[in-house]
């Protein structure tokens, strides 16, 4: 693997994920030269934390010598940001473009390959739901590294202090299919059991300490074991009063009776399959 060598780079939009991976850079010794976003706000916040040398909301202000094109735009605006990129950069030989989006690769980047780029995609397995969480979850976070440039990426993953993993297109889709039911519907549930738990009177302190442990040492069981080792609970016993117990618990909450019909129509089916 050649050594990244830590030059200028250029940030295309002012979010939560480009501002903090370019603080992250910028103290590595990488030169944050531009920074372009849609909006002069945006711009405004996020030269407070990363200190571009120029910036601006015309993309054809980006400069003509820049190694690095990080495109951290909402997943829908990537391809139009590549094409308007593409427009004005005409020749990008010796330019590596990357996208952090999780749900797509680096095909996305066809307008800058057609132009010269080498292009990948740079994704952290991390929830970034603001700048400050960003930076400091970055160093020693997991970041999927796919495409052309994905060695190139796997060593900008160490200079920050992460840690880069190899892995093809398909195997990005389902990594991060499974990043959103573990963290985004995980969160959810636990939110819809915070408002279950209201109702009966049941303090999110108390609530917490009751399942917080519960939580983490599930995921160790459902990891190290087979289903009908590491599962507890009426499904696995076969159970059907408890179950209907606990239907009748969610009479006021729809949505969470259906997915707990889902979840349980799930498990039996796996536990058929484990037979």
């Known amino acids: 693997m050649n050594a990244v060598i830590k030059s200028p780079f250029t940030l295309l939009g002012a979010g939560k994920i480009g501002i903090a991976?370019?603080?992250?850079l910028e103290k590595t010794g990488f030169e944050p030269s531009f920074l372009w976003n849609r909006s002069q706000e945006g711009l405004r916040?996020?030269?407070?934390?990363?200190?571009?040398?120029?910036?601006?909301?015309?993309?054809?202000?980006?400069?003509?010598?820049?190694?690095?094109i990080i495109?951290?735009?909402?997943?829908?605006?990537?391809?139009?940001?590549?094409q308007g990129l593409a427009n004005v950069i005409k020749d990008g030989a010796g330019k590596k473009v990357f996208h952090t989006s999780g749900a797509w690769?680096?095909?996305?980047?066809?307008?800058?390959?057609?132009?010269?780029?080498?292009?990948?995609?740079?994704?952290?397995?991390?929830?970034?739901?603001?700048?400050e969480t960003g930076i400091r979850m970055i160093p020693g976070a997991v970041f999927s590294c796919e495409g052309e440039i994905r060695n190139d990426l796997l060593e900008l993953a160490r200079l920050i202090g992460a840690t880069g993993v190899l892995l093809n297109s398909e195997q990005k889709e389902t990594v991060h299919l499974g990043a959103v039911f573990v963290n985004n519907?995980?969160?959810?549930?636990?939110?819809?059991?915070?408002?279950?738990?209201?109702?009966?009177?049941?303090?999110?302190d108390?609530?917490?300490?009751?399942?917080?442990?519960?939580?983490?040492?599930?995921?160790g069981g459902?990891?190290?074991?087979?289903?009908?080792?590491?599962?507890?609970?009426?499904?696995?016993?076969?159970?059907?009063?408890?179950?209907?117990?606990?239907?009748?618990?969610?009479?006021?909450?729809p949505e969470l009776k259906k997915l707990y019909d889902q979840f349980l129509a799930l498990t039996r089916q796996l536990l058929s399959e484990e037979k």
Not at 52 to 67: G, M, N, V, W
Not at 71 to 82: L, M, P, R, S
Not at 116 to 130: A, E, K, N, W
Not at 209 to 217: C, M, T
């Open 222 to 253: 459902a990891w190290d074991k087979s289903l009908k080792d590491s599962l507890s609970g009426p499904a696995v016993r076969g159970d059907e009063k408890t179950i209907q117990k606990h239907r009748r618990q969610l009479k006021n909450m």
């Open 185 to 204: 519907y995980v969160t959810v549930l636990i939110q819809s059991l915070k408002r279950l738990a209201q109702t009966k009177g049941i303090s999110d």
């Open 206 to 219: 108390t609530l917490k300490l009751l399942l917080e442990r519960l939580a983490g040492q599930a995921f």
């Open 21 to 24: 991976l370019a603080y992250h």
């Open 45 to 68: 916040k996020a030269l407070k934390i990363a200190p571009f040398r120029k910036y601006s909301t015309d993309l054809s202000q980006i400069p003509a010598h820049c190694e690095w």
């Open 105 to 131: 690769d680096s095909k996305l980047l066809e307008p800058l390959q057609k132009v010269g780029c080498r292009t990948g995609s740079f994704h952290p397995l991390i929830s970034i739901p603001d700048i």
């Open 71 to 82: 495109i951290t735009v909402k997943d829908d605006a990537i391809e139009e940001v590549a």
